[in-house]
């Protein structure tokens, strides 16, 4: 972990861009894992925990029409979280993540264990990524930290490529 930390931290600093987060499911668990590494205020920016659907739409203005058609647990409102986090603050890249991380939670249709992730760049669409992660409640939201800063390295590097 620290490698993709340290990884996705450089990527940022040598483009002179910020992350921010919106994080659900995770609750803050993202910006707790870049914060652990010294330095981290050259890159990252602010970090919103919207766990429940009134601060999805007070702090990060998620339209309440999105999370009450979708579901706060959809590709949707994940767009939404990180297009709001990106425009209430002064960073160019956003992750959010919105889940079920369990034990309970889930319906058949929305099992525990599912997540989506968003990336938003300034200039890009942003885009979101559905998973379903097995295991216990802290192994979903560790594999949803990882793989959203995995996202945002990737998004990161293919920017530059265009």
């Known amino acids: 972990m620290f490698e993709l930390i340290t990884a996705l931290s450089q990527k940022l600093l040598d483009r002179d861009m910020m992350l921010v987060t919106a994080e659900s499911c995770t609750g803050g668990l993202i910006v707790k894992l870049m914060t652990d590494i010294a330095g981290s205020s050259a890159v990252f920016e602010r970090a919103f925990v919207t ?4 601060a999805k739409t007070e702090m ?4 309440e029409k999105l999370i009450a058609e979708y579901g706060a647990v959809s590709e949707h409102v994940a767009k939404a ?4 986090a990106l425009k209430n603050s002064r ?7 919105t889940g079920i991380a369990g034990p309970s939670g889930g319906s058949e249709e929305k099992p525990v264990g ?12 942003t885009a979101a990524f559905e998973h379903v992660f097995e295991g216990d409640r ?5 594999q949803t930290a990882e793989l959203a800063m995995r996202y945002a390295l990737a998004y990161l590097e293919e920017s530059e490529e265009e």
């Open 51 to 54: 766990y429940s659907d009134e």
């Open 138 to 142: 802290e192994a979903v939201r560790m």
């Open 60 to 63: 990060i203005g998620v339209d």
């Open 81 to 84: 979280m990180a297009d709001g």
């Open 91 to 97: 960073a160019q890249i956003a992750l959010a993540c």
């Open 114 to 125: 599912l997540v989506y992730i968003a990336v938003a760049l300034e200039g890009q669409d």
